[in-house]
């Protein structure tokens, strides 16, 4: 692992206030905590969690970068999907996780350049932190556009609309496994003995909570992995699928729910050439793989399997209406023609040539298959409605789910 930047004394004392409780409740429950528990705490528990408390994440400053970050021209593209989706079916947006908001920010100006009929910009974000950052940017941009933007605290009781979500699902906490003879063994956290965190599995034989939960949603994974797993391979999978696609779908007469994250369909992502899985953890913009490094300054997330999210929202009563690469989405959904325009404006600005070099960088961050343009994927989920967007027809892996 690359040597990580030391953190600075406050921060430090937040990482050992984070571990500190933890530990405590760790030793309260036995001495172990499923990597689920420990996940969810380490990104939100409340005044702890990496997304409940202040750490800056975003930007320079920050521990990653989104695509809607790193290039307008995300948010255009995706917006102008939007605007297919809401003029056939009317209703309003909802954005969950809008980090800084500026998806939203640029959304809402193509919505009013193509005369979307969208009444409401909802978003549902879990940290106070980034809604607070949300309402600073979005406030003078939103009442100049006409449309009005809304935060919820919990989903609303009937909707009809679009549901966007941009790298929130891989924030969700996750199980991770090992395999021993064939058997999915259930990896957790531990205390050794100066009370350090580590790794330890255990057989999920239904004494600990959510053991009957992992057994069988891990045995109904596995069982389609592309071959036998070797001994010490180590997974994720995201349980909260089902309870999430559910709860959209008790809102939702009619409408589409658009996903864009990290992820693979499941055989290409159960496949023994990724022995150690997919567990990712950014802090000051490095990437490793070890979850119990300054937990709480850390950002942990998993790929998506994506087969789980179609058969979770399939059993939900959606419809899984397509899947691409982000590369193939941005592609098909007009990004070339977004970045002319935004090219031929640049030209009228003072600073035009880096003005210029900055859109042609993050083009090429968004498309390139070593960058992002192959990683994320968008998958198009629809309910009681038909609807074919061009973002999904320039490559089409619906496939290979
Ligand atoms: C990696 S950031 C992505 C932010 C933004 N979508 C973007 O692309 O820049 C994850 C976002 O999801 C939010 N989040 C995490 N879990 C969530 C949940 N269960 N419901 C709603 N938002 C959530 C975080 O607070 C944060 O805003």
């Not at 592609?331 to 600005?349: C, H, S």
Request: glycine fraction near 10%; aromatic fraction near 10%.
């Amino acid at each position: 692992m690359a040597q990580l930047p030391e953190p600075s004394p406050e921060a430090r004392a937040h990482c050992a206030a984070v571990k500190a409780e933890i530990a405590a409740r760790i030793a309260a429950d036995g001495g172990w905590w499923s990597f689920h528990a420990y996940q969810d705490f380490v990104l939100h528990a409340p005044g702890l969690g990496y997304y409940s408390a202040g750490a800056s994440k975003f930007g320079p400053s920050g521990d990653f970068v989104t695509a809607p970050e790193l290039s307008p021209l995300f948010a255009r593209t995706c917006a102008s999907q939007l605007d297919l989706c809401l003029r056939v079916h009317g209703g309003d947006v909802l954005e969950f996780g809008p980090g800084t908001g500026r998806f939203a920010a640029e959304a809402l100006g193509v919505f009013a350049r193509l005369g979307t009929p969208l009444q409401r910009y909802r978003m549902l974000e879990t940290s106070a932190d980034l809604r607070a950052r949300q309402r600073a940017l979005l406030h003078a941009g939103a009442a100049a556009h006409g449309v009005h933007c809304e935060w919820l605290e919990a989903l609303p009781e009937r909707y009809t609309g679009v549901v966007f979500a941009n790298e929130v699902l891989d924030a969700m906490p996750c199980e991770r496994f090992e395999m021993r003879a064939g058997v999915p063994l259930r990896l957790g956290v531990a205390l050794d003995e100066r009370g350090e965190f580590l790794w330890q599995a255990r057989v999920a034989d239904g004494a600990r909570e959510g053991d009957a939960e992992f057994s069988s949603q891990a045995k109904r994974r596995l069982a389609e992995a592309s071959e036998p797993l070797p001994d010490g391979y180590r997974g994720e999978f995201h349980p909260g699928f089902d309870a999430w696609f559910a709860a959209l779908a008790g809102m939702m007469r009619r409408g589409a729910v658009l996903i864009a994250d990290y992820g693979l369909p499941r055989r290409h992502l159960l496949h023994a050439e990724r022995a150690m899985g997919s567990l990712r953890c950014h802090y000051r913009h490095l990437a490793h793989d070890d979850p119990f490094s300054w937990p709480g300054l850390t950002d942990v997330t998993a790929w998506l399997d994506f087969t789980a999210v179609a058969e979770s929202a399939a059993r939900a009563g959606f419809d899984v209406a397509g899947f691409t690469t982000q590369a193939g989405f941005l592609l098909g959904g007009g990004i070339e023609a977004e970045l002319a325009a935004a090219l031929a404006q640049a030209g009228d600005e003072r600073n035009a040539s880096a003005s210029r070099v900055a859109l042609a960088h993050g083009a090429r961050q968004l498309l390139l298959p070593g960058e992002m343009g192959e990683a994320v994927k968008f998958m198009l989920l629809t309910r009681d409605c038909d609807l074919s967007l061009p973002g999904f027809t320039f490559v089409d892996l619906l496939h290979s789910l």
